[in-house]
């Protein structure tokens, strides 16, 4: 049988980076899978074969050379190369694998495509990020981190290099128990105390060992993107409490009678995305009605020390004195958040469920970032930084809150906020959040649109800009950038308005 009559349609791609023999290779697989050559079909020699796809004979021999690897083809002294009649072991023989249906079912978060648009829209080099809420790496104290390293690197205990506790490097608890300690009336002791890799893994392992679908949390409104994405994936169902101003405690009352919550995440003090601080007589009575109605506080709080006025008053664990409290806190934005060390703090039978749960996510967070972080509380730096961050970081939101005012006039509302990292504006204008963010990518400024922190994506009014990433000259020209996208897409909405009114017609 003259089987050659099967490749004349052949091409290869001389131009691709494919080798010719691999693609060659596929050729005849696709034909012996689909069966257009069955098993005992007898192929073209070598020589015929280079000449059907025009290469060189090394060029089919290696080709042949990997089908029979495959098991897909057999050469027979003095008879010729034949297919065989049962492929085995060929990758290529069986169908590819379909990933999507083999994912567990998941509920996919409705902010995931707000972020990967955030993530994928293209940036130059020069493009300013307001977005991400980070601090300035110029200001990580990494020299510090360096010093500690080589003066105490020799007299590390090889056996912290290790495997160690789940719970995490016993000294950094015992520290970080111990600075908690001083800051309250309540006492922590190390077993309230679990190191994490982040707080964001805090608010997952909390969510893995108190929720199940169907239940219910609350949370405020607007909150953390990372937490609202994690209840999300948890299959619950969140109801939200109006967070920009007095928290609502009657509505609050009536979700915990109406829908028996099991948790509030909150962010009481320097809010993301808002900025506020929650009051002391609130904090007393969440705590009071939270006790009565055996209601989970999951106190979030990475941004209490850096407060630029008076300090904030005190967290609500340190005010826990029914112990219904669980506190994350994180070293991400007052040190550097490669260091993904955080720590929870809670009562002992927490901490043990959550470090079962985290021994199958990551067995302990990293012993060198706790090592380091153990030399570097110990060596009383962390005050010295802490004081020089609030200089710094008031400066610059100074600095873009005063920018805003001057450049963007009436367009943005916002008001100052006393800690923390972010401004969180208003538009005033017929122009909405993505929009604006579309536009001012292009011309070299991005944030984070208001709808993000929002269960329901209903809010296109309002944005995020963090003041702490970048030094005061490039915050000033990031919020020229915006003002000057919010500027001419104001115009073109008014242009369009104006058209649009004198084309009215009258319908007939
Ligand atoms: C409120 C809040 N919680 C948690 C995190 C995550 O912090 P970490 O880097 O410690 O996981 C952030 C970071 O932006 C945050 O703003």
């Known amino acids: 049988m003259d089987i050659s009559k099967h490749f004349s349609q052949s091409q290869l791609a001389h131009n691709s980076s494919k080798p010719l023999y691999l693609q060659i290779l596929e050729i005849i697989t696709c034909k012996i899978t689909d069966r257009t050559l069955p098993p005992g079909s007898k192929l073209p020699p070598e020589r015929e074969l280079a000449n059907l796809f025009a290469v060189s004979r090394t060029t089919a021999i290696n080709a042949y050379r990997q089908l029979e690897l495959q098991g897909l083809i057999q050469t027979r002294i003095g008879s010729g190369t034949y297919v065989v009649d049962t492929p085995i072991n060929s990758t290529n023989a069986v169908p590819p694998m379909s990933w999507n249906q083999l994912f567990s079912p998941h509920p996919q978060s409705p902010l995931s495509s707000i972020l990967r648009e955030l993530v994928s829209t293209p940036v130059s080099q020069q493009s300013i990020s307001l977005a991400a809420g980070m601090p300035d790496p110029a200001l990580y104290p990494f020299d510090i981190f360096t010093d500690l390293f080589h003066k105490h690197s020799s007299k590390i205990d090889l056996a912290d290099l290790g495997h160690i506790s789940t719970e995490g490097y016993a000294p950094l608890r015992q520290t970080l128990a111990t600075i908690h300690c001083q800051k309250s009336t309540i006492p922590t002791i190390i077993d309230n105390l679990l190191i994490l890799s982040g707080s964001q893994q805090g608010i997952y392992l909390i969510s893995k060992i108190f929720l199940q679908p169907g239940d219910c949390v609350i949370v405020e409104s607007p909150t953390y993107i990372g937490a609202i994405q994690v209840f999300h994936s948890a299959g619950v169902r969140i109801l939200t409490l109006p967070s920009n101003t007095s928290l609502p405690l009657a509505l609050l009352e009536d979700y915990l009678i109406r829908y028996r ?248």
């Open 261 to 508: 919550p099991k948790l509030f995440y909150i962010i009481p003090t320097f809010q993301n995305p808002n900025g506020r601080v929650m009051p002391l007589n609130e904090r007393q009575e969440l705590l009071r009605l939270a006790a009565r109605h055996q209601l989970i506080i999951v106190e979030d709080d990475p941004y209490s020390e850096l407060y630029y006025n008076e300090p904030p008053p005190p967290s609500l664990k340190d005010m826990d004195h029914h112990n219904i409290v669980i506190h994350l806190g994180t070293f991400s934005k007052t040190l550097f958040p490669g260091l993904r060390t955080g720590w929870m703090v809670a009562p002992p039978p927490v901490i043990n469920r959550i470090a079962l749960e985290k021994q199958y996510v990551d067995l302990h967070s990293n012993n060198l970032s706790q090592w380091l972080l153990h030399l570097f509380l110990k060596g009383d730096v962390l005050q010295t930084h802490l004081i020089q961050m609030r200089k710094e970081y008031k400066k610059r939101r100074d600095t873009m809150a005063n920018s805003i005012r001057r450049e963007c006039g009436s367009f943005l509302d916002f008001s100052l906020p006393t800690g923390g990292f972010y401004l969180w504006c208003k538009l005033n204008t017929e122009v909405t959040s993505p929009t604006l963010l579309h536009e001012a990518t292009k011309n070299g400024v991005s944030f984070v649109p208001g709808e993000a922190f929002y269960t329901d994506r209903s809010n296109f009014k309002e944005l995020r800009l963090c003041f702490a990433t970048h030094p005061e000259k490039k915050l000033q020209e990031g919020i020229k950038r915006l003002a000057k996208t919010l500027y001419s897409l104001n115009q073109k909405q008014e242009h369009q308005a104006l058209e649009n009114n004198s084309s009215t017609r009258p319908m007939i």
